[in-house]
């Protein structure tokens, strides 16, 4: 089963980006959060023993403060019932710090994104 969930916070549909129009999101980084362990809930539930979860998330920045969804949602799956087979971590290169200066940035902050998988 792969899980491909919404991973953007202070979502509205008031809101107008151009990432918000694209996706959608939650307002809140705790909706989020209870969302995907539903979802993980739910993939246990259904899947057969020995079945494989592929759970794509991506760390994000909730109120100034770098929140590491891959490891809450590693933690959250083990929790179930789940036992870790991989990990990738994927960086976008626009995002390394030896880039940024190009793209108008002085230093890179947070990592882009990671998925997991179960």
Not at 47 to 73: E, S
Not at 74 to 96: C, H, I, S, T
């Amino acid at each position: 089963m792969v899980l491909d969930p919404p991973f953007l916070t202070y979502v509205k549909p008031s809101k107008m980006g151009i990432m918000n129009g694209r996706f959608s999101g939650y307002w809140t980084y705790q909706k989020l959060l209870a969302d995907y362990s539903a979802a993980i809930s739910e993939a246990f539930r259904i899947l057969k023993p020995g079945g494989i979860l592929v759970f794509k998330c991506q760390d994000t920045v909730h109120n100034h403060a770098l929140q590491l969804t891959h490891g809450r949602v590693w933690l959250m799956a083990e929790k179930k019932g789940f036992r870790l087979k991989d990990l990738l971590v994927l960086v976008a290169p626009n995002r390394l710090p030896g880039l940024a200066a190009s793209h108008g940035r002085q230093t890179q902050r947070h990592a882009p994104c990671s998925t997991v998988f179960f």
